[in-house]
């Protein structure tokens, strides 16, 4: 079931109306960033050089419209496996997302100790994920807990996939946020497959967001391939949490423009025609036309922007490959105490 922004969430302006061209410009520059490094990564990985990747192809636009409306360096990100776009808009660099996909000692992340896509910063506010995926939603409620009980006006966002949604720590972390009004935006973003298994087979309701009832919150299901649209909705439930008005359920629906991972084959259950129709929703193709459609962008700036990610992604690459592995003598490091 479709349910209009306005609905839930009501609001003065239309979808990102109030965004400069410059601040519209930064938007596509993350979302061609995030794309780059995402293709670079899978190069790395059939060369051997990678262990795994796991892609936000296709998830651009939900992440990045929602980062751009949090306050980076106050608001906190509680971001799932396929975060890496996020993770750039709240200030991880490309180097850094480089250092942890080659494990090495500079690695921000985890000192290179975790595997790829396990994104954290302490400095960033950006809070890690467990491999078993959910558990960063209990942690997004609890962090949200802990802001209200300190009299804060931060708020915490944490994004997930559909298949999280039938995980008991979604329902115990939403419960938990609605029950006590906390500062909480739960980002679903619904790519239809729970790796292999499409939404239809794993959950009976039509739309995650209509779960939402069921905790007293409100859940709205929108275009997560729209990045003014999903800017909006997520400006819209940020005001809200601030307010002490409690926690929204947004349901981005996206596309996974890739296999679930570098370990597996989409083509062994994904239909042909679904395969060869997936560029058609392609969130970077519909950006860059919107700019060119309202003269946001010419065709000469598009190509320098480009290049310049292209570079930088060059560089980061090559940074993060020379850089020393982590030291034997460290391995201990974080696990257990010093001796006295």
């Known amino acids: 079931m479709d349910v209009s922004i306005e609905d839930l969430l009501p609001g003065q302006a239309e979808s990102g109306t109030d965004l400069a061209p ?6 596509y520059r993350y979302m061609l960033l995030a794309r780059a490094i995402d293709e670079r990564m899978w190069i790395l990985n059939r060369a051997g050089k990678a262990p795994f990747v796991i892609s936000c192809q296709g998830h651009e636009a939900a992440q990045v419209g929602s980062a751009f409306a949090l306050m980076r360096g106050k608001d906190f990100t509680l971001p799932y ?19 942890s996909l080659f494990a090495r000692a500079a690695d921000p992340n985890s000192g290179g100790r975790q595997m790829p896509a396990h994104y954290s910063s302490r400095r960033l506010k950006i809070i890690t994920q467990s491999s078993p995926v959910g558990t960063q939603i209990a942690h997004a409620a609890g962090v949200g807990l802990a802001e209200k009980i300190k009299r804060g006006d931060a708020v915490v966002w944490t994004s997930f996939g559909e298949g999280t949604t039938s995980q008991g720590d979604f329902h115990e972390g939403i419960n938990l946020a609605a029950v006590h009004q906390l500062p909480v935006i739960f980002q679903c973003e619904n790519n239809e ?28 299901s929108v275009d997560g391939t729209d990045v003014l649209t999903m800017y909006e909705v997520t400006r819209r439930a940020v005001e809200r949490a601030r307010r002490g008005d409690g926690p929204t359920l947004i349901e981005a629906r996206v596309v996974r423009l890739t296999a679930h991972s570098s370990d597996d084959n989409d083509r062994t259950y994904r239909p042909q025609r679904e395969l060869k129709n997936l560029r058609h929703q392609d969130p970077v193709i519909r950006f860059a036309q919107h700019l060119n459609d309202h003269d946001l962008i010419s065709e000469a700036e598009d190509k320098e922007l480009r290049e310049a990610i292209a570079a930088e992604v060059d560089e980061a690459t090559d940074v993060a490959e020379k850089a020393p592995m982590a030291d034997p003598e460290t391995l201990y490091d974080h696990v257990y105490a010093p001796s006295s």
Request: glycine share 8%; charged share 15%.
């Open 22 to 27: 410059e601040t519209l410009h930064e938007m």
């Open 193 to 220: 497959y729970a790796i292999s298994v499409p939404q239809k087979m794993q959950m009976a309701v039509a739309s995650v967001a209509d779960r939402a009832v069921a905790y007293g919150i409100p859940g709205v």
């Open 81 to 99: 496996y396929r975060g890496l776009a996020t993770v750039l808009v709240m200030g991880m660099t490309a180097t850094e997302v480089m250092l």
